[in-house]
């Protein structure tokens, strides 16, 4: 069975937790829907997973949609939350409500997610408005990292505590299904779990969350750039993949690679016709 909101509110609702991962391509998201993760995240992080930039603030719509529908497309039951890029929806409720309209459109996402508390309040409740599930993302927002001056713990002290408490508060009354903490103290992650009827979802937030996502890249090591205190290497996929092929390189040069098990038989083409053809030549 499909996961949608209404999954997530009655999964909050039972005590049970919420697993999300983020995820940028078909063969990946095929696995994932294997193990009944209840949801995938297409996150703007492709930008630094699967594009290589230090930030995510240049990835694009057109990169979003492009990565949105390869996820989508091997997706039946697991719910596909499509990231809103960096000024997709800022400017205008406008751009917000066409935009997020693309990544269902075009994307074929289930729900967007976008960064921000009170400010986008407006845009979640146009988004919402126009039938499209939205996921709220506050605490520490990459899209913000040249406003925060980096990548740091966000709602330490009382009133950023209390600034945070609003934020979360304001995208549940704006009508978001979710919200994502991210690098949020863990005292008032709880806090914000327990006075919340949507369910939170942590990334670096602790254990009190109702949720929790990692990048993929990440808790399977295979993306070293930069490695968060919070992140669990599930299993060192990256070795893995460094060994097959480093002997990939040496089977090619040492001519291991391809045996007769890897070729076609000599039968499949005529020998006869090659032999004339090499003549002719
Ligand atoms: O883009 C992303 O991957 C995210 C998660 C870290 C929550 O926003």
């Known amino acids: 069975m499909k996961n949608t909101a209404a999954t ?4 909050k609702q039972r005590g049970e937790k919420i ?17 009944g993760v209840n949801a995938i995240l297409v996150g703007d992080s492709l930008g630094n997973t699967m594009l290589g ?10 990169d979003m949609i492009h990565h949105g529908s390869a996820v989508a497309r091997a997706c039946s039951n697991t719910m596909v939350v499509i990231d809103m890029p960096f000024l997709s929806y800022q400017a205008s409720v406008y751009d917000a409500v066409i935009n997020a309209g693309r990544l269902i459109k075009e994307g074929r996402g289930n729900a967007v997610k976008l960064e921000g508390g009170a400010a986008v309040v407006q845009q979640i409740r146009a988004i919402v408005d126009a039938g499209i599930p939205v996921q709220a993302h506050i605490g520490m927002t990459p899209q913000s990292v040249n406003a925060f001056g980096g990548f ?3 709602g330490k002290g009382e009133a950023a505590a209390k600034q945070l408490l609003q934020d979360a508060y304001a995208v549940q009354d704006a009508g978001a299904f979710s919200v994502v903490l991210e690098c949020v103290p863990p005292k008032l992650t709880a806090l914000i779990s327990e006075k919340l009827a949507i369910p ?3 990334i670096g937030a602790g254990a009190g969350c109702d949720g929790q996502i990692l990048v993929y890249q990440d808790m399977l090591g295979m993306f070293n750039d930069y490695v968060p205190k919070f992140v669990k290497q599930f299993a060192n996929v990256g070795e893995i993949m460094s060994q097959a092929f480093k002997d990939y390189k040496g089977a090619v040069q040492n001519g ?16 006869a016709y090659l032999t004339q053809l090499a003549a002719e030549l």
């Open 256 to 271: 291991s690679f391809p045996s007769a098990e890897h070729t076609f038989a000599k039968s499949d083409c005529s020998c």
């Open 19 to 35: 697993s999300m991962l983020t995820c940028y391509d078909y063969s990946t998201a095929k696995l994932m829907e294997r193990t």
């Open 200 to 202: 939170t979802i942590g």
């Open 152 to 154: 740091k713990v966000q």
């Open 8 to 11: 997530f509110l009655q999964m």
């Open 53 to 62: 930039y230090p930030d995510t603030l240049s990835v694009t719509m057109d």
